[in-house]
């Protein structure tokens, strides 16, 4: 008999004897309270993009809606073997959501990545773009054999290039020779985490605007585990505007969308501005969902495409996960601001909470 089969027995027969007894006299009420915490996915890091490390719960200083809110635990999630935290981080990080009540089992996984190349054949974006990926070996350099790595495409539609897979050489062959010029293979879910399990690609060929694909694409990273790292390679999105004679874009309801689907799926959005110009009206949206999703945005134009290739692989290589005390507001959208005290470097934290 297993012990987990004699303790049960033994329960129920410690119950039965105790049973009269118990009848006779008023029972306690046993109150369970099972105390919220929010989870906060946060990187610390200097100007070449590398990670900031041992930091404690101290060091960080949260505010919700403008009120500081209390750390209770702060846990580096990364490739740092020397970090022994590293195996209760991810034990506490198997986590889909943005906010946790009750217990964590433990995970055995390592990050989930996501390339998402927008194509055009406009010269200053493809001249860029290809540029860049020339290169894309460089942004799998921090990637552990633990990691996993999707590759999907948007141009006139989404197309799922590469499932979760830890097979690299695969990846950057898409990346560098096939993604541009090539046709996506016919995939099917294989194993798990999968992305294919949530998002086909029947429903990609009906998704006709980069907003909406990043939107698919939170709903799909939404169920699984983790904070996910999404590195977006384009020229951007928006809508064109006159204002005074001047023209920009204007971000709508469809980014909304995607930025909440993309924070409730704990990912991260890195931006590389392919575009050959010091500015163009389009990077806005770039910009945006990096800021807002606790990423980071950098234009390639005008420098070395390895240095920016670097920059955010070094940034995707780990991340701290704290755990804060919920806030007693409404439910609502609220602002998040992550500061560090006495450390030179960029703190990167998505911006905002929402209260259920």
Known sequence: MSACRRRTVLLAALWFLAGGESAAQPQPIVERVDVARVIIDVRVVDDDGRPIRGLEPDDF??????????VESAFWVGDDPGNDASDGALARDNLRSTEIAGFLEPADRGQLIVFVVQKSLVHS????????????????????????????????????????????????????EEIMFGRPPVLEPEGEPSLLATLSQEEGRRTWEIQEALRELGEALEPLPGAKSVVLIGYGFGDLRVVLGMVGSRLDDRYDEARAALEAARASVFTLDVTQADYHTFEHGLQMVAQDTGGFFVR??????????????????GRYVLFTERPDIEPGEYPIEVDVADVDGTVLARSTYVAR
């Open 300 to 317: 390639t134009y005008q420098r070395p495409p390895r240095r920016a290739l670097e920059r955010v692989a070094n940034a995707i290589a």
């Open 125 to 176: 974006r493809a001249l860029g773009l290809l540029r860049l990926l020339m290169f894309s070996e460089r942004l799998l350099a921090g990637i552990t054999p633990a990691d996993r790595v999707a590759v999907v495409s948007f141009d006139s539609h989404l197309k799922i290039w590469v499932d979760f897979t830890d097979d690299l050489d695969r990846v950057e062959t898409v990346l560098s």
């Open 61 to 70: 200083e949260v505010r919700i809606d403008d009120e500081p809110v209390r």
